[in-house]
């Protein structure tokens, strides 16, 4: 979920790097699956962080409101402790951008609009994207796709370290181009199973999630181009929906489940 692919030239001495990058864009529509391969060890993923969110920095107005900010890696942590990278660091980030839309960047990343949160009414909604979002994380998507672009020689000597800087332009390509967010669709279903399971072992309602892709989609009828990107990248198909739905019947029902609190309208309040 970020913009649509779009190249830009970096003056960067290397006609390896104009190939890589070139291969990147040849390798069109990507595909991210269950069990896919990925050559980029956790380690080698979470070294990227910095380089990914410098990148996202520079192109978008991330929002830096300290109380802000502190809630929603509250919130985002809960939820990323039940992955299985639960151990490693995970940062949550609010964009200042009108539009409903967020995103996921390897590393442990997650990038929330400002937008996103103004119409998601309750927490339990907020936490079902973000969740979503932290699906693509746990499964690895972004690097999976990475893996399909560039093959093990180049990620090897460029990406992971013997190369600092042109690991940074080849992140910064992909980060600017939006390329690590143009998941199948198979990777969506995967990251909405995913989350509904996070969520929901969390302690949040996971009927959040399915009642914000209702939203949605009210929301495309009345307003499409508020929701045009997030739609670009999450195709809002009745299966999906089908399958969420299903997802939460699977399991077992708990009493005391967050739908709201106090806080989080507070915190919901700066954003609309
Ligand atoms: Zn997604």
């Known amino acids: 979920m970020q913009n649509r692919p779009r190249i830009r030239a970096f003056a960067i001495p290397s006609t390896l790097l104009v190939v890589i990058l070139a291969l990147a864009v ?22 990227m962080r910095d380089d990914m969110l410098a990148q996202v920095a520079h192109e978008k ?39 409903v839309n967020a995103f996921n960047l390897p590393g442990g990343l997650v990038f929330v609009n400002s937008g996103l949160i103004g119409e998601a009414d309750r927490l339990d909604e ?23 672009a560039y093959g093990y020689n180049l990620l090897a000597s460029l990406a992971l370290g ?14 600017g181009t939006g390329y690590l967010n143009h998941y199948s669709r198979d990777a969506e279903r995967q990251a ?16 959040g999630l399915e009642d914000f892709f209702g939203k949605l989609q009210q929301i495309n009828r009345q307003r499409p181009s508020k929701v ?3 739609f670009s990248n999450h195709p809002m198909t ?12 699977r399991l077992p029902r708990r009493s005391s489940q967050t739908q709201d609190t106090r806080d989080y309208q507070r915190f919901r309040s700066s954003f609309r």
């Open 61 to 99: 107005q991330l929002v830096n409101d300290r109380s802000a900010l502190e809630y929603i890696n509250y919130v985002g942590r809960r939820i990323a402790a039940q992955t299985p990278y639960g151990n490693r660091r995970w940062d949550f980030y609010i964009v200042r951008d009108s539009t």
């Open 162 to 175: 013997r190369n600092p800087s042109m690991a940074r332009q080849i992140v910064a390509q992909l980060v």
């Open 26 to 47: 040849y390798a069109g529509a990507p595909q991210a699956s269950e069990g896919a391969f990925n050559l980029v060890s956790l380690d080698q993923e979470w070294a």
């Open 192 to 207: 909405d199973r995913l989350g509904v399971g996070y969520v929901y072992q969390a302690g949040y309602d996971p009927h």
């Open 238 to 249: 009745s299966e999906r929906i089908q399958i969420v739905d299903s997802e939460i019947d």
């Open 228 to 230: 045009a990107q997030f």
């Open 126 to 148: 907020l936490a079902g994207v973000m969740a979503h979002e932290i699906g693509h994380g746990a499964a690895r998507h972004g690097t999976q796709l990475m893996t399909r």
